[in-house]
């Protein structure tokens, strides 16, 4: 898992997330990865390199080589393989196994979550708004200042939007369309899905909010 006196900086999640652009190295992530443990047997590893110019998710399940599942940059990105319950799930899992509070794997992942609806995207930001409360790095005025995401301050964007989440078997959840940018895609060769799906079914059943 991540330095905690690093999830502590206000600054390191301002780059992270983009919202701060400007020159940093953050050698240690380069050197090692952030490794966020799921179960006994699977890690996801989190490389954001040193400057989180291109910002990788892998799932390790000690079988050869980590798996690429989502990756985000600025050009040909595609970051979007988690859906919201899950996301919980993991972020609730991680932060037992890895002694952190949930607040931090949840921040952490949530680039990776997928939505196909207003409702959905509006919940997800709701969601981290509130982590970014929990974390206490943040006062009221700053999370009343917090920048509109584009697709709710430009509502005609959905209008040409394609993108969904569907249940496929035999790869469980897929998420589709010309503007999914996701790799969990039914027929992907190149997705883990046996080893995400069992993954997925070894995490707690308890799907309350953060």
């Not at 943040?138 to 959905?158: C, G, V």
């Not at 790799?183 to 995490?203: T, Y």
């Amino acid at each position: 898992m991540m330095d905690l006196a690093l999830a502590q900086d206000k600054k390191f999640w301002a780059r992270y997330e983009w919202r701060l652009q400007d020159d940093f190295a953050y050698q240690e992530l380069e050197e090692e990865p952030i490794r966020l443990p799921v179960t006994d047997e699977v890690d996801l590893v989190l490389d954001t390199g040193e400057d989180f110019s291109y910002i990788s998710l892998m799932i390790d399940d000690g079988d050869e080589e980590m798996i690429e599942i989502a990756w985000d940059d600025e050009a040909h990105f595609h970051p979007f393989v988690l859906r919201m319950e899950e996301w919980q799930r993991l972020s609730r899992q991680i932060s037992s196994r890895a002694g952190v509070p949930e607040w931090i794997p949840a921040l952490l992942l949530q680039r990776f979550v997928g939505y196909d609806s207003p409702g959905e995207l509006e919940a997800i930001l709701r969601q981290g708004m509130e982590l970014r409360r929990l974390s206490g790095l943040y006062t009221a005025d700053e999370l009343a200042a917090w920048p509109e995401h584009p697709f709710l301050a430009q509502p005609s964007l959905w209008d040409k939007l394609d993108r969904r989440w569907r249940e496929q078997p035999p790869y469980g959840w897929v998420f589709e369309g010309e503007d999914a940018y996701s790799l969990r895609i039914a027929g992907n060769p190149d997705f883990p899905f046996d080893a995400w799906n069992q993954m997925l079914a070894s995490l707690s059943g308890d799907k309350e909010q953060l």
